[in-house]
Nanobody
Framework: QVQLVESGGGLVQAGGSLRLSCAASGRTFSSTGMGWFRQAPGKEREFVAA????????LYGDSVKGRFTISRDNAKNTVYLQMNSLKPEDAAVYYC????????????????????WGQGTQVTVSS
């Protein structure tokens, strides 16, 4: 079992930055793949970024490439999402997710491989 708690969301102006954190407890964190997803009102959940258990491989959704960076600190059992150059369309509830499956990073964009989800943190971007 893995428990995930996101933090770092809030209100930011367009062009600004936020860093989300996801603290994990329970199962050995270093063996889990981690992902970030987001969901805006009336829209489907969207893949944002993923990172393999080793941290050596990452994957990004097309809409955030070049602006967002996912990273992890296994010593702190925490995964981060650095979000720069934020746009109003980035506003959503952001969720982190964990999977024990050691799949290729390209397979980590689908929500179905993740067994554990956090409660989400709200990001609001004003124009």
């Amino acid at each position: 079992q893995v428990q995930l708690v996101e933090s770092g969301g809030g209100l930011v102006q367009a062009g600004g930055s936020l860093r989300l954190s996801c603290a994990a407890s329970g199962r050995t964190f270093s063996s889990t793949g981690m992902g970030w997803f987001r969901q805006a009102p009336g829209k489907e959940r969207e893949f944002v970024a993923a990172i393999k258990w080793s941290g050596a491989n990452t994957l990004y959704g097309d809409s955030v490439k070049g602006r967002f960076t996912i990273s992890r600190d296994n010593a702190k059992n925490t995964v981060y999402l650095q979000m720069n150059s934020l746009k109003p369309e980035d506003a959503a509830v952001y969720y982190c997710a964990a999977t024990p499956v050691k799949s290729p990073v390209q397979a980590m964009a689908g929500p179905g491989i993740y067994n554990y989800w956090g409660q989400g943190t709200q990001v609001t971007v004003s124009s």
